[in-house]
């Protein structure tokens, strides 16, 4: 986060030494301190320029303040997983969820925004999973109390957190260009959206660091399992020419490990293969998958938070764009290129 | 459903031939219709003796109306099934969803309901995972709207939707049988809940059946990745005496495959496995796991519907429990008992 960004009740419990908690009761009222510990609050306060978000006093008020969480699809392991961070911290709290799915339907994602802007929630916790027009950044400038998570919403000018999906290609694209790949085929989801443009922008700066020739055939479409399967039979329908495959998430590589299996097409033998997320039991698969991880449960965590710190009030605090880091986990889906 | 139900606002709608939404409409007064359809849904309420809901009427007016939904994990694939699919009914019909993980925090189940009873929410929908010593049922009995979904709570006196747990333990049972095993172990959630009960009782049948002597070893304890991988190690320490294992949730069979994998016990050479859920990818499992397929969505569904549909002033009703068929799917797990 960069040094502009104004002082949270973090910072200011962290210089007094005492908990988030312990400032927010005090300045709800709801708390009696010695006086020692009050003036230390008092003084960091001062000393840091704290300038208390009415919002977040609100926000922190007790059981009835509820937090939509609104995400593409509730039953997908990434989501759930998601949900369940944000559920536990919002707990931690005293705040209720109100969880929406969006799945494919159109305007779904705009009337739920549109619900935050009357008031039906205190704060929007907000994933998308296909481009925008630009209506729905609209709708979301005008709501006010959203932090974008995991997917972007161009022209949207409110907080936004992301995995780091360009180190994640970077990091899929060095482990295979280590063990000796230099053509492989990149399946994404749709590709205006930024996890698909990242992942291969990193895989590219991978390869490109080689200093050889290199290419990377792209398969870009959605984050589904069928989107797997039909990237698997195009795969094999093209004479299979690459020798290692990037399936830039689990759905993705369940729907591409289906076919390659159905089909006979031996992994690692003939096709390395590397996934991205992590969430499922990819460990179980035949072979156990490789696969860059996501911080799932700290995305979710990290989104209330950010929602709950923010300084509404700031325009320039809006603008921000965090990324958490992601890491490769080796297990037995990649080997180097076998002589055919 | 027995024919003592008393006459739900689809019976009305059924006889009259129109849709569910437009006698509800009608009777909230939101709908203007031709008289002739008018004097049809009269005549059938008349007829059917349908005695209006009041607190259906007002489930049904609008988005401001919220059901709660309290699972134990909405990271595990079963729950966040779950979720999605109440999730996606609410939202057909104008409500929101308002969603607590219990987790194994003590005293969070109860809270939650009594947060029902002082009407945070409009109706719940309650999954429990561990015993009750009688203070949650005084509890759900005393909230009133709730319908008690996939574990029991006895002496809860609401309506009880689960899946056909003795019928699933009864299909695997039968089908380890075909195969020649007479000694298998089975492995449960704790051993007071009715599906770690009812899914024994099925096995067990299943092997009386055959007229033979049969052996079952229970290993009970929780439906979690840990207890599989303590109850994998358990059948090794012990000899690996039986020759098929009911893995009793998909959790279970994560932990369970992962260790029989890293000790070298063949599934299913040395061992046959047999799965209970089939909400993970375990088709891509080595080897692809036999399992007994839960109706997870539709037990969502359900369950929404049934708290909708609920006449809570009609005591008899509330003493209703329904079960949803399970499935059989046959993969490569299970072999005939191999000679050692």
Redesign the interface.
Same mark, same amino acid.
């Given at each position: 986060m960069s040094s502009k960004r104004a002082t949270s009740l973090k910072d200011v419990a962290d210089a007094a030494g005492v908990s988030v908690a312990t400032v927010s009761r005090l300045l709800n009222g709801s708390l009696q301190l010695p006086p020692e510990t009050k003036e230390r609050i008092d003084k960091a306060i001062r000393d840091l320029r704290y300038e208390p978000n009415p919002h977040a006093r609100r926000l922190s008020r007790g059981?009835?303040e509820?937090i939509g969480l609104v995400v593409p699809?509730?039953?997908?392991?990434f989501?759930?997983?998601l949900? &369940?961070?944000v559920?536990?911290e919002a707990?931690k709290r005293g705040l209720?969820?109100?969880?929406?799915?969006t799945?494919n339907r159109p305007g779904r994602e705009i009337s739920y925004v549109t &619900?935050l802007a009357r008031n039906?929630v205190d704060g929007l916790i907000f994933v998308t999973n296909h481009p925008d027009d630009g209506e729905l950044a609209a709708v979301i400038n005008q709501a006010g109390k959203v932090v974008i998570v995991d997917e972007d919403v161009p022209n949207a000018i409110v907080p936004k957190l992301f995995a780091d999906n360009e180190e994640g290609g970077y990091l899929a694209g060095r482990h295979l260009a280590d063990h000796g790949h230099r053509h492989i085929v990149y399946i994404g989801g749709p590709q205006e959206m930024i996890s698909t443009r990242r992942r291969f922008l990193g895989l590219e700066r991978a390869l490109m660091e080689r200093g050889e020739p290199f290419q990377v055939t792209r398969y870009e479409g959605s984050f589904t399992v069928e989107f797997g399967r039909q990237a698997a039979r195009r795969f094999i329908d093209e004479g299979k020419q690459a020798t290692g495959i990037f399936a830039s998430s689990d759905e993705i590589a369940?729907g591409l490990?289906?076919v390659l299996?159905a089909e006979g097409v031996s992994v690692p033998g003939e096709v390395s293969v590397i996934g991205f997320d992590d969430v499922?039991?990819l460990?179980?698969?035949?072979?156990p998958l490789t696969a860059i991880r996501q911080p799932v449960r700290a995305l979710g965590e990290r989104a209330l938070a950010l929602l709950l710190e923010t300084n509404w009030q700031e325009p320039e605090t809006l603008r921000s764009e965090e990324l958490l880091p992601v890491e490769i986990v080796v297990r037995n889906s990649v080997a180097p290129p076998s002589k055919q």
């Open positions: 059981r009835s509820t699809d509730i039953a997908n392991p989501f759930a997983t949900v &369940a961070a559920e536990q707990d209720a969820l109100s969880l929406h799915a799945l &619900a039906h369940i490990i289906e299996l499922g039991p460990h179980l698969f035949a072979p």
